[in-house]
């Protein structure tokens, strides 16, 4: 049983963690059957084609205009290569740095797409429990095929020289990290962003690969094996002069919030464990609204965290106030003039994009709203960046135009490169 619950930990946590109406597609909700949204209106039920209209009037234009996208081109093997497993999807920029090093990156989602056997085998295991009740998902039964996948895995990936995931925690990824290490094949968590928090989960693999120097520093204290925390940077770090000047104006303000899914917490030691209160989530938005109209401001974006859900909190927010942000990310961080939010990757992204992002972290005894204990360099440690938090401090930022130092891009992010990663 321990080992039942060892690989599916993440996924039963969410029987407890996730669950209220705030929560995009909580477990609770789906597993019960009993939740039914709230109808929504003809342009809310629209908006989900609104990117994608855009991108077709756009692509549509470029037809007629004669304009050519510029493709590239398949990479071409001619003779004997090594080929890693690779969960998530690269870039042409990170598919192109492995060939350099004669290495072909297969995409699990394409195996899957393609048909291969071991990975749709896997795949319908997992979604098989699904929609299980706890109880039954704990049946002792259900997991005797597990040992069969473990063989077939390895039969499928012995000729691989490497795996690369960006998480550890759920159960398709345990499964082929434990396939890999039993064929002694290394194995790799590409970290995805900047962490709000450094968990020591993350040790399953055989290395963690991260933006930056800081941040390895970060998983360095909490105990990680200084050999093991490799620095391979991003493919979407732009070189910005540090002489640049940030847009800071309140013209186009985004203001982004925080996730208070219960389940991105269950990692941490029992004895300092915080269950987020959701009610939190809309505190911290009238808080930003509050300052915002002390300086005559009279509408701004909001982008959710794409973890809560936009219809639960539209019935509590000020919709006179607040539009929803749906463009892309970087879209929309281009088209603002100031960013405010919590501990978030998109403080980096905000940077590479040029405009000024305003760490908000109202909280007490070193912890946000959401429960979470604040990390660097969004707890005030960094000499680099001022953080607000409350709202006179925010005022205050506001009121002096602060702007972020562009240099400390370079502390947290670097140029991708696999130099440093034994292959």
């Excluded at 619950?5 to 946590?13: N, P």
């Excluded at 996208?69 to 001619?78: E, G, L």
């Excluded at 995931?165 to 396939?179: G, P, R, S």
């Excluded at 005894?365 to 006179?392: C, I, M, R, T």
Aim: hydrophobic share 35%.
């Amino acid at each position: 049983m321990s080992r039942i619950i060892e690989y599916f930990k993440m996924e039963l946590d969410w029987y407890f963690y996730d669950y209220g109406k705030n929560v995009n597609g909580d477990t609770e909700s789906r597993i019960s059957f009993l939740y039914e949204p709230p109808k929504p209106t003809l342009k809310e039920r629209m908006r989900p084609y609104y990117r994608p209209l855009r991108r077709l009037l756009y692509t549509a234009f470029r037809y007629f205009k004669g304009c050519n996208d510029v493709k590239t081109a398949p990479i071409i093997f001619d003779g004997p290569h090594k080929k890693v497993l690779s969960y998530e999807y690269h870039s042409d920029q990170v598919r192109l740095k492995f060939a350099e090093k004669n290495i072909e990156v297969v995409f699990w989602g394409d195996l899957l797409k393609n048909g291969n056997r071991v990975a749709k085998q896997v795949r319908e295991f997992q979604d098989s429990l699904a929609n299980l009740p706890f109880n039954d998902r704990l049946q002792k039964g259900r997991y005797k095929v597990i040992d069969e996948l473990i063989q077939l895995c390895q039969d499928e990936f012995r000729e691989y020289s490497g795996l690369f995931t960006m998480v550890d925690a759920y159960f398709e990824q345990k499964l082929l990290i434990d396939v890999f290490k039993s064929l002694h094949i290394p194995t790799y968590v590409f970290l995805h962003g900047l962490p709000g928090i450094y968990l020591t989960e993350n040790k399953r693999a055989d290395y963690l690969l991260v933006w930056g120097e800081k941040i390895r520093d970060g998983f360095v204290h909490v105990g990680f094996d200084p050999q093991k925390v490799l620095v391979t940077g991003n493919t979407e770090y732009l070189s910005i002069p540090h002489s640049t000047t940030l847009r800071n104006s309140l013209d186009d303000i985004l203001v982004l919030t925080t996730s208070t899914v219960h389940s991105q917490m269950h990692g941490w030691d029992w004895k300092s464990f915080r269950i987020s209160d959701r009610s939190l989530l809309i505190t911290y938005i009238y808080s930003v609204e509050k300052v915002l109209k002390s300086f005559g401001v009279k509408k701004a974006r909001l982008r959710p965290h794409p973890m809560n859900n936009y219809y639960w909190l539209k019935r509590f927010i000020d919709n006179d106030f607040y539009e929803l942000d749906y463009l892309g990310l970087n879209e929309s961080l281009q088209k603002a003039t100031l960013a405010i939010g919590p501990t978030s990757s998109t403080f980096l992204q905000a940077l590479m994009m040029g405009v000024t992002y305003l760490i908000y972290e109202p909280g007490s005894e070193g912890y946000n709203l959401a429960g979470g204990q604040l990390v660097p360099p969004f707890d005030g440690s960094d000499p680099k960046l001022q953080v607000a938090f409350n709202e006179e401090d925010l005022i205050n930022l506001i009121k002096i135009h602060y702007t972020n130092d562009v240099s400390i891009l370079d502390d947290y992010i670097v140029p991708f490169t696999l130099d440093n990663v034994p292959l």
